[in-house]
């Protein structure tokens, strides 16, 4: 395989990580965070002038036409910045689920306005008695007349507060766990009926609880096929990963460099903790660690690129050893910085929480590896 970034992906890396370095100090971020906003929107708006909104999305409608790679690419350098945009809620879930099983009228309506950063679409999956299956839905979608009538819950919808548009998965047949019968449906957020409840998450990003009540909406908000929006959902639910897993890249980078440059300052008994040989073997444990996450990241991503026969079984095991090494790192980090390392002052705990966050998403760890066992 070859690992290699194209010409195009090294400057869009090299654009972002800029970006980050320039804009995205710990104090500029817990400024964000303190503020009524979810996220910095001069930050959005200058993500959509870049074009980094639409680099994975179809040239028809104004992207650029790329693949996971280059989501991947720029969700690993905002792993190392903490980023708090919505890019992954709106691009890499909401986005990809519209241009996959969107109408050519569905997509010409949103998906340019996604792109110039004038919309957010959020993607409602997740339900409270599902834990990690997607195919668990009491969410219900009734035929009435030319529409649908739904009702039900939707929990820990990222941005959700904030999106324009979210799209919802119901049941529209069969039973609760029945993976056939679940339809995608894209409803405006100020729909009678439709209560969206944000909240803060313990990462500092943002996520919301939906309530559907006697929802109502026509035949032209259903998003693909009728009963086969499972089929989608899967297909997101593998981008989603693997963006995900490249961000929590990105933040373990850094908490094993900022543990690094750490113990070659702090002193103890008239040495650095840099010298001590223990510590300088869990160092060396915590860079063969990320840099075996990173490996497996680029592989997975490259078999899902290629349609690969075992594309989803080494997504599996990328999504297992990420959330099982970020937890590896994340307490070695905050150990070797002692009580420094949970304070708000220095990012090592910040990095780590985001990382408990990635774990819970899609599945954690031990989720993913009885499928990549099974």
């Known amino acids: 395989m070859n690992f290699d970034l194209s010409e195009e992906q090294q400057l869009v890396q090299d654009s972002v990580a800029r970006f980050i370095q320039d804009n995205y100090g710990l104090e500029a971020r817990q400024t964000t965070v303190a503020s009524s906003d979810d996220f910095n929107k001069k930050h959005w708006a200058t993500m959509a002038e870049l074009g980094w909104l639409g680099l994975t999305l179809p040239e028809a409608h104004g992207g650029f036409g790329g693949n996971q790679i280059d989501a991947m690419v720029i969700m690993e ?3 190392k910045g903490l980023v708090l945009e919505p890019f992954f809620a709106s ?4 986005a990809r689920a519209l241009s996959l099983a969107g ?3 569905q997509c010409s309506r949103l998906l340019p306005r996604v792109i110039d950063g004038s919309r957010q679409l959020a993607l409602g999956y997740a339900e409270e008695q599902a834990r990690f299956d997607m195919h668990d839905v009491v969410t219900r979608a009734q ?3 030319d529409g649908f009538i739904i009702n039900g819950r939707k929990s820990m919808v990222q941005h959700g ?3 324009d548009q979210i799209i919802i998965s119901a049941r529209t047949s069969g039973g609760q766990s029945d993976t056939n019968g679940i339809s995608l449906f894209i409803i405006d957020a100020n729909t009678d009926g439709l209560t969206v ?4 998450t313990v990462d500092g990003l943002a996520a919301a609880e939906v309530e559907l009540k006697d929802v109502s909406v026509s035949a032209d908000a259903l998003l693909g096929e009728l009963d086969n929006g499972y089929r989608i959902l899967e297909a997101v639910a593998i981008d989603g990963i693997l963006a995900i897993c490249a961000e929590a890249v990105g933040a373990m980078e850094m908490l094993y460099k900022d543990t690094v440059q750490y113990t070659q300052e702090r002193e103890q008994f008239d040495h650095a903790l840099a010298e001590f040989q223990v510590l ?3 160092m060396v444990e915590m860079f063969m660690e990320y840099e075996q996450c990173k490996s497996l990241l680029y592989r ?4 899902v690129v290629q349609n690969g026969s075992d594309a989803l079984r080494t997504v599996h095991a990328l999504k297992h050893f990420v959330g099982k090494t970020g937890i590896f790192i994340g307490e070695n980090a905050v150990q070797l910085h002692g009580g420094m390392g949970v304070t708000e002052e220095l990012r090592i705990g910040h990095y780590f929480k985001r990382l408990l966050v990635i774990d819970a998403q899609f599945g954690n760890s031990d989720y993913h590896l009885q499928q990549f066992a099974a």
């Open 280 to 282: 300088q073997h869990r």
């Open 91 to 94: 691009v890499v879930l909401g």
């Open 143 to 145: 035929a009435d007349g």
């Open 197 to 200: 409840t944000g909240f803060p």
């Open 103 to 105: 109408t050519e009228a």
């Open 77 to 79: 350098q905002f792993g």
């Open 300 to 303: 997975a991503t490259l078999e």
């Open 161 to 163: 507060g904030t999106a």
